[in-house]
């Protein structure tokens, strides 16, 4: 291996969300000493991954991080490849001929499963699948069932909170959102009036965040619903250890004032709204129930309570509470990658710092991985810089072990999709589509419609 002559590294990343965006970024400002050439190749054929097709489009401030990661494609020296398929159009044989080493940065796009009776019923939906159709997710059916008055969200995570507040919303209160046109026609036609969230354990449990659980009670014309015996329970450890943290001080105040209002409704003192948000605490779920025609009817769920120690125990006390639907947003998953080792159990490239390892615990040479296909699916879009800065500092401290590739010469990577007949997408390509749809929403006074079906994206990218 040549690595210590070398002077410039050609480096391969595989994902354009936030992951594979910032640790390019970071890798081009930090201190090194030798010179480097990075080409990102991402599935869709649209960057940044999870912003545009994960963060809620009523979260305009969370979706704002779009023009931090435009900055970083924008300045010229990281070059972007769209609509290509790692696995499929390019190969780990392809990008170890050209560069010298490669880092994974694919994300977390699937939902953890829970197994218990009657998941698969129709009318049971994992919470990202949901997510992918409300951010217009090319690979995801235009419509989506929304037919039931009464549903249900099981999981206290912010997901469950987007999930919840897009089926509870109006629709038209989305309207100056950046919401496809089949995404609003989908929600105003919902006949939703009930929604009930589920948690396993209890308020201060929550893995919400404030600002996010705020925003929540404050969704026009739906009034929180709490349950007061989920408040009374005694349980030492929040005390102790809970109240111990600004977040969960904050998240208790929030739902103190929902049981205010609640009071104050109850009293006649205000009047109630059109739909209703309930939340469930210390319950798990134990049984999807369904109809005579297979179809979701009911959740059943075991009341749990405190072990004193942060957890639950089961009381044996159990109760049915009526959905027609059900969203799961209890976790997202990795999916594995061709010629890459994946653990099946957490949903992740096993890694140590980042350095890829093999099923026996040693380092793949010159592969990494960043992110939440790195890390698992937790944490909020700027954790992932850390991440990607952990990641580098192995990559770079690693020279010596990098590839060596055979080819040097930049026209070889489109040389070798064009041969092949990959319809790639490049930046130049991404503004085409961008300006496209900001141009279909000015004229309907909105700040931007999505293009949706892949192959309008591509051809619009590809000024075709
Ligand atoms: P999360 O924060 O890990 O929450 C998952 C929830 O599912 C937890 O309440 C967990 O309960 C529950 N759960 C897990 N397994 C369960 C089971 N078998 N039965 C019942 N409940 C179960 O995950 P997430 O909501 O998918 O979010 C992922 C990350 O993205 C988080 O860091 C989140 O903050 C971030 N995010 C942020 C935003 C934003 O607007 N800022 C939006 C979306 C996502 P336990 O606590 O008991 O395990």
Known sequence: MTGAGMEKMRLAIVGAGPAGIYAADLLIKAERDFEVEIDLFEQLPAPYGLVRYGVSPDHPRIKGIITALRDVLDRGDIRFFGNVRYGQDITLGDLKKHYHGVIFATGAIRDASLNIPGIDAEGSYGAADFVSWFDGHPDVPRSWPLEAASVGVIGNGNVGLDVSRMLIKHPEDLLPTEIPTNVYEGLEASPIEELHLFGRRGPAYVKFTPLELRELGEVR????????????????????????????????????????????????????????????????????????????????????????????????????????????????????????????????????????????????????????????????????????????????????????????????????????????????????????????????????????????????????
């Open 221 to 464: 014309d739906v009034d929180m619903v709490v349950d007061e015996r989920d408040f009374d329970l005694e349980d030492p450890y929040v005390d102790e250890t809970l109240m111990k943290n600004k977040q969960i001080v904050v998240i208790t105040r929030v739902m103190n004032q929902w049981r205010e209002q609640q009071k104050a409704r109850e009293a006649g003192e205000v009047p109630a709204a059109s739909r209703r948000l309930h939340l469930h605490f210390w319950s798990k779920p134990v049984e999807v129930v369904t109809d005579e025609a297979g179809r979701v009817s009911g959740l059943k769920i075991e009341r749990t309570a405190p072990d004193g120690e942060g957890g639950a125990v089961d009381t044996g006390e159990f109760e049915v509470v009526p959905i027609q639907s059900l969203y799961r947003a209890i976790g997202y998953f990795g999916s594995p990658l061709d010629e890459i080792p994946f653990d099946d159990a957490k949903g992740v490239i096993p890694n140590a710092q980042g350095r890829v390892l093999d099923a026996s615990g040693q380092q793949v040479p010159g592969v990494y991985a960043t992110g939440w296909i790195k890390r698992g699916p937790v944490g909020l879009i700027g954790h992932t810089k850390s991440d990607a800065m952990e990641t580098l500092e192995c990559l770079m401290e690693d020279r010596e072990s990098w590839w060596t590739p055979e080819v040097d010469d930049e026209a070889a990577i489109p040389s070798l999709l064009s041969e092949r007949n990959v319809p790639y997408t490049t930046i130049e390509g991404w503004h085409r589509l961008d300006e496209h749809e900001i141009g279909l929403g000015e004229a309907e006074g909105r700040t931007r419609i999505k293009v949706v079906p892949r192959d309008e994206m591509t051809r619009i990218s590809r000024g075709e």
